[in-house]
């Protein structure tokens, strides 16, 4: 079983930056594919913004190309997510997830605010 726990949210202004953090504890049964992170906001489905596989190769959202910057801290276990130049739109509660081959594991959630 595998615990994550985010964090790092807040409210910023426009072309503000933030940090968010992922913690993850435990043990997978299954292969881990990757680890990311995706958002939903208000009246929206959860959209994907950016993965890391084990061996580093990274994904984004093209919404968020150029402004978000994923990493991975194998020996601590953490997944952040650097966000800069930060928008109104980028507004959601932001999880964390971690994608075996047969289950997700997501955290709590943390709520990023962008005012204009």
């Known amino acids: 079983q595998v615990q994550l726990v985010d964090s790092g949210g807040g409210l910023v202004q426009a072309g503000g930056s933030l940090r968010l953090s992922c913690s993850a504890s435990g043990r997978s049964a299954f292969s881990i594919v990757n680890m990311g992170w995706y958002r939903q906001a208000p009246g929206k489905q959860r959209e994907l913004v950016a993965t890391?596989?084990?061996?580093?190769?990274?994904n984004y959202a093209d919404s968020v190309k150029g402004r978000f910057t994923i990493s991975r801290d194998n020996a601590k276990g953490t997944v952040p997510l650097q966000m800069n130049a930060l928008k109104p739109e980028d507004t959601a509660v932001y999880y964390c997830n971690v994608h075996t081959l047969v289950h997700d594991y997501w955290g709590q959630g943390t709520q990023v605010t962008v005012s204009s």
């Open positions: 890391i596989t084990t061996g580093g190769i990274t």
